[in-house]
């Protein structure tokens, strides 16, 4: 069974400093998505990057870039140079493989909570 | 343009009552994915459609859960007979479909619907 796990419940950075949000992932299909959502207090469930399993480089948008180890199977989220409006939850999520001719659903971690601080 | 829509944005109802939650997902968009968030949890996966159909019921808890899109746009998930453990935040995300994946495939999620059984 696929499986996402995000072991930091919560994370400290100091604004202008780097951080890295953990995601590991588990499925023995050779295709897959990973995906990273922000959810700010407001709720919203908001779309920051994506990284496609034959994808050879590492996918950036921004400030946002996923350190991508396919043989550790890990997907992680690094933030450059916090704002304190990147406070918020995290979620790492991975696409399951296509059935039928088409993909379907996202499995999600348990999220991690960021707090940035002046 | 106009992103994902959800109302209501919040109902509170009582034990044993029927509701209806409606999703307008994006223009042009041919997949439509619901997914049920509890509190301090990332979202699970509910049902999804390609246009009309829907493709995947299966992580639909039970069959007081049920959810059409007859049209292929808006959608609407109803539960019957609510119970108080179905409070909980319930998300509409749609994507544009493309079987080979991508970023096309990138889930938009609503604000969500809280609902709350008293």
């Known amino acids: 069974a696929q499986k996402i796990t995000q072991t930091q419940p919560g994370m400290f950075v100091q604004e202008k400093e780097a951080v890295t949000l953990d995601c590991t992932y588990d499925?023995?299909?050779?295709?897959?998505?990973l995906f990273w959502y922000k959810q700010p207090s407001s709720g919203e469930m908001i779309f920051l990057i994506y990284?496609?399993?034959?994808?050879?480089q590492n996918a950036t948008e921004g400030r946002y870039s996923l350190n991508f180890q396919k043989a550790r199977k890990s997907a992680n989220l690094v933030i450059s140079a916090s704002q304190l409006g990147d406070s918020a939850m995290y979620f790492c999520?991975?696409?399951?493989?296509?059935?039928?001719?088409?993909?379907?659903?996202?499995?999600f971690g348990a999220g991690t909570r960021l707090a940035v601080h002046p | 343009g106009a992103g994902v829509s959800q109302s209501p944005r919040y109902k509170v109802t009582k034990r044993g009552q029927d509701v209806a939650l409606r999703c307008d997902p994006i223009?042009?968009?041919?997949?439509l994915y619901w997914y049920r968030q509890a509190l301090g949890q990332g979202p699970e996966f509910l049902t999804y459609?390609?246009?009309?159909?829907?493709?995947?019921k299966s992580g639909l808890p039970n069959d007081r859960f049920s959810a059409e899109r007859p049209e292929g746009s808006i959608s609407t998930l109803t539960i019957q007979r609510t119970e108080q453990r179905d409070s909980a935040m319930y998300r509409c995300?749609?994507?544009?479909?493309?079987?080979?994946?991508?970023?096309?495939?990138?889930?938009?999620f609503g604000p969500g619907t809280r609902l709350t059984v008293l």
């Open positions: 995300a749609s994507s544009l479909r493309l079987d080979r994946g991508g970023h096309t495939d990138t889930q938009y």
């Open positions: 499925t023995s299909d050779p295709s897959y998505g």
């Open positions: 990284q496609g399993s034959y994808d050879q």
């Open positions: 999520a991975m696409r399951e493989p296509a059935r039928a001719g088409g993909y379907n659903k996202l499995i």
């Open positions: 223009s042009g968009h041919v997949s």
């Open positions: 459609f390609n246009y009309e159909a829907q493709q995947d």
